[in-house]
């Protein structure tokens, strides 16, 4: 039976999150990287990531603290055992050696992956207030050009059937 244990799937999860910042650093073609961007920002699948991705990063940060926390209790246990046995490297002192620097790996691994969720994190962030702010500025162009556009037909209308409440120029008055 193979249990798969915390390391492994922040491991894993590391790797789906350089998988998906790599996805939008890469040149992708013309019209694929808006496709992406708006999956991203309308999909309910994405929303309901997001949230459970504010989870791992918690989670990430609990385990980089608990990693550094087991290297510094492997560094002071390395330099109790080279006091006893005065500098001398025995088994045990390699022993803790090989811990110390597993556990400095895992220091590296969640701190990586750590960076990588907040970037992503405030990625979906700024790209979710950019489509806010896009969709804002759609609307006010619509209401401007619907502004525009019926001031417009206003004054067509009131050229086409002389409306009198325009002052008449000289040559409207010579003519009544």
């Known amino acids: 039976m193979y249990i798969i244990t915390l390391n492994q799937i ?12 790599v996805l939008f650093i890469i040149p992708l073609p013309k019209g694929w990287k ?23 990063i918690f989670i990430v940060a609990l385990q980089w603290i608990y990693s550094i926390k087991i290297a510094a209790d492997y560094q002071e ?7 006893t046995h005065f500098n001398a490297v025995n088994l045990r002192d390699l022993h803790i050696l090989e811990k110390k620097f597993a556990a400095e790996g ?7 992956l750590l960076f990588v969720s907040i970037f ?9 207030y950019y489509y806010q702010v896009k969709q804002l500025s759609e609307i006010e162009l619509k209401v401007n ?7 417009i037909l206003d004054t067509i209308q009131k050229e086409k059937h002389g ?8 040559e409207q008055k010579k003519n009544d």
Not at 35 to 54: A, C, N, W
Not at 77 to 83: A, V
């Open 106 to 112: 895992d220091i590296y691994l969640n701190g990586t």
């Open 163 to 170: 409306d009198s409440s325009q002052p008449k120029s000289k």
């Open 34 to 56: 808006p496709g992406l961007l708006r999956f991203v920002e309308e999909s309910p699948t994405m929303k309901k990531i997001m949230d459970y991705h504010k989870f791992i």
């Open 10 to 21: 922040i491991f894993g999860v590391a790797l789906l999150e350089l998988l998906v910042s």
């Open 77 to 83: 246990q390395h330099l109790i055992e080279r006091e």
């Open 145 to 151: 050009l619907s502004d525009n556009i019926s001031k």
């Open 120 to 128: 992503l994190n405030r990625l979906f962030a700024l790209l979710q």
